[in-house]
């Protein structure tokens, strides 16, 4: 990152906008299996029906953020309660898509 994108929290305004940020709140999922199955399909559930998934029993289950895989983990008992004991963070690319382009596109269709 160079010195002109780095994000510098010296300044009180910037300070207060990243602690905003990390207020937000985000959907967090624990994802054991899944699979595309046809609307038709899922009308016919009924109670006691069983759903057969081709992942293995001891597979290690998602941790989803808004969707989106975020790491992996293993089932743990906690009290009368379970979590999941993270064993893997997914690394993704991040895209940056620099507002300048944006602008340049819109005044040469112009």
């Known amino acids: 990152m160079s010195a002109a994108t780095s994000h510098s929290t010296d300044d009180p305004a910037k300070r207060e906008f990243w602690k905003s940020l990390l207020r937000i709140q ?32 001891d597979s290690p289950l998602a941790l ?4 989106q895989k975020v790491a992996e983990g ?27 382009a944006t602008v340049d596109a819109k005044t040469k269709l112009q």
Do not use: S
Request: aromatic content about 6%; proline content about 6%; hydrophobic content about 50%.
């Open 64 to 67: 989803e953020v808004d969707g």
């Open 26 to 57: 985000a959907d967090v999922a624990v994802v054991l299996a899944q699979q595309p199955m046809a609307i038709d399909r899922v009308l016919h559930f009924v109670p006691g029906m069983m759903i057969q998934f081709d992942k293995p029993c």
């Open 74 to 100: 293993e089932v743990v008992k906690v009290g009368d309660k379970f979590g999941l004991r993270i064993t893997e963070v997914c690394e993704h690319a991040e895209t940056w898509v620099p507002l300048t």
